[in-house]
């Protein structure tokens, strides 16, 4: 099964090994790189944490800072967003967080991470078709958006993995480098704050040790941010969007793994 509720972790603070540290702080680099906009590697974030505090335990450690990561991207890339894509995506994300809050408990982790990676790996696939054929169109169609609004939001709220959706449906948009950052930046800072109440309040997977804890990581997301926002400036426009769906389509893979 997926994440199911506890009542309290059993993490203490003074038990905490180096190599937990060194996985945890690893991973909080990794965060703040993806946030500064090298999207499609939340799966190795993920990874990490699970390795370094148990599956069940990690998932009320990303979501603080995945905000903190959420508000430094919005305030460094927040001229570039666009609301009309986030408007149009935001209430089908919402809807499938909500599905994900009722399932998630319940839903047979194989099921979920065979069934996300092909639909991943399939859209990865149509949107390098849809390249080569040098297609200058985006997708009209409402099904569209809601279908990856929706998968989106389940895997938001089970996995902390929508990157892979929202990439796709951003690039579909043909948006531009910093547009597609800065307009995903304000959707998951929306959406990962809408997450919070119900990882303290339903599925208790937020504590007082579990914040003490992210705190200790907070500088580690800064040092990603940093290296992050350089990357990104000196990645063409076109390549930044093949390394997008590469990226997207290891993440894919290595969910198999996990």
Known sequence: MFHKP????????????????????????????????LKGIAII??????????????????????????VFAVIYYNRHAQWKYILRFLPWMI?????????????????????????????????YWWDLRKSKSVPSHW????????????????????GAFSNIYFLAMRLP?????????????????????????VWKTISRETLMIDLKLI??????LFIGVRLVKVIREKFYRKLILILTAIGAILILFR
């Open 95 to 127: 809807f499938g967080l909500l599905i994900g809050v009722l399932i998630g408990n319940n839903l047979p982790e194989r099921t979920f991470k065979f069934g996300m990676s092909a639909i991943i790996l399939v859209s990865v696939l149509l949107m």
């Open 143 to 162: 099904a569209f958006g809601g279908f990856m609004g929706v998968l989106a939001g389940i895997t938001t709220m089970i996995g902390n993995l929508a």
């Open 219 to 224: 500088p580690g997301i800064i040092l990603g």
């Open 177 to 201: 480098k910093n547009v597609f950052i800065g307009t995903a930046a304000w959707l998951f800072l929306i959406v990962n704050a809408i997450k919070l109440p119900f990882h303290i309040f």
């Open 6 to 37: 506890t009542n309290h972790f059993n993490i203490l603070f003074l038990e905490i090994t180096t190599t937990t540290w060194i996985l945890a702080f690893s991973a909080s680099v990794i965060l703040g790189i993806s946030k500064a906009g």
């Open 45 to 70: 974030i993920v990874t990490l944490m699970a390795l370094a505090f148990g599956a069940k335990e990690s998932t009320g450690l990303i979501v603080p800072l995945l905000l903190v990561g959420d």
